[in-house]
């Protein structure tokens, strides 16, 4: 890593007392916007709300279906963050920039994160449409080096060697899965493991079915290393990907992903989504993280 990439304890520290100086709302919970999900933040009711632009320290998102926006608000009484769009690796941010608003979350006193994406399926029983409730990530770039905790470690945010089993909380996943089945819509609701891979490009036929042996259900291209960073300073975690296609897995087959088909999907689950999240933060505990 280049030194240029290192942020230091003071910046997040700069960019969080900056946030907290510009708006009354204290998050306990962080929901990130995956691809074309942007609307879950239209939920907050007395909304606070500052581009990334504006944002000292914060980088800019660039990708379409990201909007670039950091929402503060209430859903049903519980002070939340959202971020309306993400960054990539694929973006050219250093893994640091990925992540930095995680670690400016936690010094808002930020304990759960609420992580989502739009992903490619790889499981057979997967349809498009689908809402995959996160049991576990394969962090690929990570094999090969590429994880935000490299470099010095910053003890003030938590250890050097983070353990990562059972990093996406049980009880969430639980409370998540009732919810659904309140909600009827169990019968499109999953649980698997999400696989990050760098991108841009979507997979080959040989990358996809490479994951599909390695037991991944759904791939895409971001969540790991936020859920890393978040995981290293004591969050709770809970992830969703929204299954936006299935991944192309046999040389029959003619179909080609892109990004718009992406966001086309997206939309169609929107509200679905909106009612899942609003109502786990509203039933979730959140004093009984003091990690
Ligand atoms: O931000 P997420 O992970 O939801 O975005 C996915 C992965 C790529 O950025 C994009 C491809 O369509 O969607
Ligand atoms: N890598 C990857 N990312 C995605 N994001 C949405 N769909 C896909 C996909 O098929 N592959």
């Known amino acids: 890593m280049h030194s240029k990439d290192q942020i230091s304890h003071e910046d997040y520290q700069r960019t969080a007392d ?41 980088p800019q998102s660039t990708v379409q279906g990201h909007a670039g926006r950091l929402v503060f608000g209430e859903l049903r009484g519980k002070t939340c963050v959202c971020m309306q769009g993400r960054f990539h690796m694929y973006e050219g941010h ?11 979350f936690k010094l808002l006193g930020v304990d759960t994160l ?6 490619g399926s790889l499981a057979d029983s997967y349809n498009c449409g689908d809402i995959m409730i996160i049991r576990d990530h394969i962090n690929f770039p990570g094999f090969a080096g590429l994880n935000p905790l490299i470099g010095p470690n ?3 945010f938590g250890p050097r060697f983070p353990p990562m089993s059972g990093v996406y909380d049980k009880d969430l996943r639980k409370l998540a899965f009732d919810i659904c089945k309140s909600m009827g819509v169990s019968q499109y609701v999953q649980e698997g493991v999400y696989c990050m891979v760098g991108g841009p490009n979507f997979e080959t036929i040989a990358e996809a079915r490479l994951l599909h042996k390695l037991g991944v259900d759904a791939v ?11 995981s290293h300073c004591g969050m709770r975690v809970f992830g969703l990907s929204l299954i ?7 040389y029959q087959d003619f179909e ?24 786990l933060v509203s039933r979730m505990d959140i004093n009984n993280n003091t990690a």
């Open 114 to 119: 609420i992580v989502t994406n739009a992903a």
């Open 244 to 250: 936006t296609n299935k991944v192309v897995k046999s």
């Open 18 to 58: 900056w946030l907290l100086s510009q708006t009354q709302h204290r998050p306990k919970v962080a929901i990130i916007c995956g691809s074309g999900l942007g609307m879950l933040a239209d939920a907050l009711q007395c909304q606070d709300s500052f581009k990334y632009s504006d944002i000292p320290g914060f």
């Open 256 to 279: 080609k992903v892109n990004h718009e088909a992406v966001l086309e999907v997206s939309k169609m689950r929107s509200e679905t989504l909106q009612k899942l999240v609003t109502e």
């Open 154 to 156: 910053d003890e003030k």
């Open 220 to 230: 895409g291209m971001s969540t790991a290393p936020e859920v890393v960073v978040a």
């Open 94 to 104: 250093s893994l640091c920039k990925v992540t930095f608003p995680l670690r400016v």
